[in-house]
């Protein structure tokens, strides 16, 4: 999801806090946070396995499908569920800011 997510979480945490939901706002910056970190380390198992390759040409997203395979199952669904979260907690907040 990466850089959506985050984003989405962030404007979700700007709506809450313009409108003192403080608890919203709280749930919203542990989604963007987790998000972020593991995009992060995802990105890192990802990359330290496209190093391993004879032709790896260095890009940032110079990636195989046996790259992405290095990325342990729990820090993608860690990611799937932060991110779900942000989205989720970006609906709610547009609810509540325009309503």
Not at 14 to 22: H, N
Not at 26 to 32: W, Y
Not at 80 to 87: E, P
Not at 89 to 99: D, E, N, W
Request: glycine share 8%; net charge negative; no cysteine.
């Amino acid at each position: 999801m990466g850089w959506l997510a985050v984003v989405s979480g962030g404007i979700a945490a700007a709506l809450f806090w313009s409108d003192d939901q403080t608890w919203l706002l709280v749930l919203a910056a542990i989604s963007v946070v987790g998000s972020l970190w593991s995009y992060g380390v995802m990105h890192n198992f990802a990359l330290e396995s496209a190093r391993r390759r004879q032709n790896y040409s260095g890009e940032f997203y110079d990636f195989r499908v046996t790259d992405l395979d290095a990325v342990p199952n729990w820090l993608a669904k860690a990611n799937f569920l932060f991110s779900v979260g942000a989205f989720i907690l970006l609906v709610v907040a547009v609810v509540v800011k325009f309503s």
